[in-house]
């Protein structure tokens, strides 16, 4: 996203009313955006919101990273081990340019927290980790259990370069196969789940999620490109719940307001009894409640 087509989708008016401004994409990163400081400064000009950014810090000059620490903007660095293991699921970042400018970042006052996804081949550096964090100034240290555990990894190529975890009988060449021609239907995705009581994020926040491309979603989760992610995986079926609920969601080419009309078939999709009849796998599986 450009300055420009922020400050096209963000008006002063809108800005203002906001508390909390959340910079962490689905996909990408911030931190490759030539224009990601001129957009965070434009927001603070504009709104007191409390600016968050969630990166993998594998970018960028020392006069970026001094830059943010200015703005206030409180940086997560995502750091998922230290120098033998971290590179194993952050594929292509470098443990010591993303510690460099963590340690530019603080230096220059910045607010810096500490996230590390949990996996096999890194809970023994958990203690470490922290420990590290700590001696570095990084505010807070916290582990996320994202259930990435089990997941060959590829190279640019297309080669299997190794595997995270432990899956058992895997077919590589099968698991490519199926991320490219196979279909994924709702009944392959249903069948372990039942029906939660939803009590939405989005509404007890009063938010929503704004890609880089300017369309709008109620929430990151719903915002993984339904009209064309997933295939092969679970968000094929899943997307294909809500999709034809898309309309005019582009905040480029409509208002927000108008570009969250549709958001009300979602919360209309709670009341039907059974996911065949409309209830939505994705509200149900990170806002139901047992």
């Known amino acids: 996203m450009s300055l420009s087509e922020a400050q096209h989708i963000f008006?002063?008016?809108?800005?203002?009313?906001?508390?909390?401004?959340?910079?962490?994409?689905?996909?990408?990163?911030?931190?490759?955006?030539?224009d990601t400081v001129e957009i965070i400064k434009y927001f603070s000009e504009y709104s007191s919101a409390t600016i968050f950014m969630s990166t993998n810090a594998g970018a960028r000059d020392k006069e970026?990273?001094?830059?943010?620490?200015?703005?206030?903007?409180?940086?997560?660095?995502?750091?998922?081990?230290?120098?033998?293991?971290h590179h194993l699921y952050r594929k292509n970042?470098?443990?010591s340019t993303v510690i460099k400018n963590a340690k530019t970042f603080i230096a220059a006052g910045g607010h810096a927290t500490w996230k590390m996804i949990k996996f096999d081949h890194n809970q023994h550096e958990f203690e470490s980790a922290e420990k590290l964090s700590q001696q570095l100034g990084f505010q807070a240290f916290g582990i996320a259990d994202n259930g990435r555990n089990q997941a060959p990894v590829f190279?640019?190529?297309?080669k299997l370069t190794h595997v995270i975890g432990q899956p058992v009988n895997v077919n590589f060449d099968r698991l490519w196969r199926s991320r490219t021609t196979d279909e994924v239907l709702l009944e392959d995705i249903v069948q372990?789940?039942?029906?939660?009581?939803?009590?939405?994020?989005?509404?007890?926040?009063?938010?929503?999620?704004?890609?880089?491309?300017?369309?709008?979603?109620?929430?990151?989760?719903?915002?993984?490109?339904?009209k064309s992610y997933g295939h092969g995986n679970?968000?094929?079926?899943?997307?294909?719940?809500?999709?034809?609920?898309?309309?005019?969601?582009?905040?480029?080419?409509?208002?927000?307001e108008h570009c969250i009309n549709w958001f009300d078939g979602?919360?209309?999709?709670?009341?039907?009894?059974?996911?065949?009849?409309?209830?939505?796998?994705?509200?149900?599986?990170?806002?139901?409640?047992?």
């Open 234 to 256: 679970y968000h094929a079926a899943a997307n294909a719940q809500f999709k034809h609920m898309v309309q005019e969601n582009n905040a480029l080419k409509h208002s927000l």
């Open 11 to 34: 008006q002063p008016k809108f800005l203002k009313q906001l508390t909390e401004i959340d910079i962490n994409g689905n996909f990408g990163d911030s931190v490759m955006n030539p």
């Open 64 to 85: 970026y990273w001094q830059s943010l620490a200015q703005l206030d903007v409180q940086v997560t660095f995502c750091i998922d081990g230290l120098e033998d293991t």
């Open 192 to 226: 372990h789940r039942n029906p939660k009581p939803i009590q939405c994020q989005v509404k007890n926040d009063r938010s929503l999620y704004v890609c880089s491309t300017g369309d709008v979603y109620p929430c990151c989760f719903l915002g993984f490109n339904p």
């Open 93 to 95: 970042t470098q443990y």
């Open 155 to 158: 190279d640019k190529q297309q």
């Open 266 to 290: 979602i919360v209309q999709s709670w009341n039907q009894p059974t996911f065949e009849q409309g209830r939505l796998v994705i509200c149900n599986d990170n806002c139901g409640c047992d």
